[in-house]
């Protein structure tokens, strides 16, 4: 019912910035919550930052001071502007939303394909 599509990975120089986005798209649902994730390696999946429709934020403590997470309600985009960025934020980047039907007031998560985010040193 709802799909994410993300862009604005690539290759970036260590303290060079990138911005992600990620779009939700479908019909008949009101998004709880929007958040990125990341994940290494080897690694877990690990939550970046996430932001509610009221705007209230939160960050991963790696990334506090370096990373800031908003979104386009009108356009059901969230983006995740990264700055300083570190070898260590190597990782494929997914966006994720929380969502709920209108009519069945189902609540639902929705997941993006991942985009690659790498730094070199």
């Known amino acids: 019912q709802v799909q994410l599509v993300e862009s604005g990975g690539g290759l970036v120089q260590a303290g060079g910035s990138l911005r992600l986005s990620c779009t939700a798209s479908?019909?008949?649902?009101?998004?709880?919550?929007m958040g990125w994730y990341r994940q290494a390696p080897g690694k877990q999946r690990d939550l970046v930052a996430a932001?509610?429709?009221?705007?209230?934020?939160s960050y991963a403590d790696s990334v506090k001071g370096r990373f800031t997470i908003s979104r386009d309600n009108a356009k059901n985009t969230v983006y995740l502007q990264m700055n300083s960025l570190k070898p260590e934020d190597t990782a494929v980047y997914y966006c994720?939303?929380?969502?709920?039907?209108?009519?069945?007031?189902?609540?639902?998560?929705?997941w993006g394909q991942g985009t690659q985010v790498t730094v070199s040193s």
């Open positions: 994720s939303a929380t969502y709920r039907f209108v009519l069945t007031w189902k609540l639902d998560t929705s």
């Open positions: 479908g019909t008949g649902f009101s998004i709880n919550a």
């Open positions: 932001i509610t429709s009221s705007n209230a934020t």
